[in-house]
């Protein structure tokens, strides 16, 4: 079956606009995960959702970041007022229904890479 | 604080050698599951191998296997018979949340 996407695959936008990126799980995947991945670093985790679970934010740099999924399945995370440090590689991911701390594979989509200029 | 700790940013190997990928990790829990992922140049992300921390048995995967010291708290990840198509970031993690800045290594023929 299909992968996760996610789009747009790149976004520029300018200093203090808002944006949003999308992500589509693998269907049946009921953990999805965000990250953000900036140049020369690791993956950062930014927010976890488990099923009908309420969301763990705990990654979420600040309050200009939010993130929702609607009917367990699509995910858009929203990024207010972008400054220039939010300029990253933003990676979605998706896994079977085991927890962030079971065995399961996630899936990871191709990202997008956000420039604010 | 939990880390996940890749001490070479960097590493260079030519076709058919061994190379070993180190990643050491702080934890305070018994049981957890351990992961190697790949990062290509086409961003794609994709697991290599996986270690549950009950097992004391090293998992393999064809050309790579880990090297799982559990007192030591360490999980490196050998490459055998290293291929141009090896060539990629490679990232160590402790479940889902938790990874490494990971180990860009370089395979040349």
């Known amino acids: 079956g299909a992968g996760v996407s996610q789009s747009p695959s790149n976004k520029v936008t300018e200093k203090g606009k808002d944006v949003e990126l999308r992500c589509d799980p693998i269907?049946?995947?009921?953990?999805l995960y965000w990250y953000r991945q900036s140049l020369g670093q690791g993956l950062e985790f930014l927010i976890y959702f488990q099923g009908n679970s309420a969301p763990d934010k705990s990654g979420l740099p600040s309050d200009r970041f939010s993130a929702e999924r609607t009917g367990g399945s699509v995910s858009t995370l929203t990024i207010q007022r972008t400054q220039q440090e939010d300029s990253a590689v933003y990676l979605c991911a998706s896994s079977l229904d085991r927890g962030w701390t079971g065995p399961s594979e996630q899936y990871f989509g191709p990202g997008t890479r956000l420039t604010v200029t | 604080a939990q880390t996940v700790t890749q001490s070479q940013p960097e590493m260079s190997v030519q076709e058919a050698e061994t190379v070993t990928l180190s990643c050491t990790y702080d934890t305070s829990e018994n049981n957890y599951y351990l992961f190697w992922y790949k990062q290509p140049p086409s961003r794609q992300m994709i697991l290599v191998i996986r270690?549950?921390?009950?097992?004391?048995q090293n998992a393999t995967e064809n050309r790579f296997s880990v090297n799982f010291q559990k007192a030591a708290k360490s999980f490196s990840l050998k490459i055998s018979d290293s291929q141009l198509g090896d060539t990629a970031m490679y990232f160590c993690a402790r479940t889902a949340l938790i990874f490494g800045k990971g180990t860009t290594l370089s395979v040349s023929s």
């Open positions: 269907s049946g995947h009921t953990a």
């Open positions: 270690q549950e921390a009950y097992k004391q």
